[in-house]
């Protein structure tokens, strides 16, 4: 009887090494998890990749923006020419003004 005592110890014992191996197989899992968590971060770093994408965009904003100011300042220089024009204009009415005393 002690002899299978020893052997139902050996049994438990086995046993508790198979706990071991289920701790080791819950290891494993946990460090699937962490892999997991690798996997998630990857993931934000291809947020971060995405947040480098609309920055990009915003940039393309401010190029576009710089293409209206460059509009605007065409505008000015449109505004300049009619400035000029008018200028103009006044030297008709000057040459209209000579010629009336001109007549």
């Known amino acids: 009887e002690t002899s ?10 086995d046993e508790i090494s198979k706990l071991f ?8 899992e946990t460090s699937k998890l962490f892999t997991t968590d690798e996997l998630i971060e990857d993931e934000t770093s291809k947020l971060f990749t995405t947040d480098e994408f609309i920055e990009d965009e915003i940039l393309k904003l401010f190029t576009t923006d710089e293409f209206i ?3 605007t300042s065409k505008l000015f220089t449109t505004d ?14 000057e040459l209209i003004e000579s ?4 007549c």
């Open 4 to 13: 299978k005592l020893f052997t139902t110890d050996e049994f438990i014992e």
């Open 21 to 28: 191996t289920t701790d080791e197989f819950i290891e494993d």
């Open 69 to 71: 100011e460059d509009k």
């Open 80 to 93: 300049e020419f009619i400035e000029d024009k008018t200028s103009k204009l006044f030297t008709i009415d």
């Open 99 to 102: 010629n009336i005393v001109w």
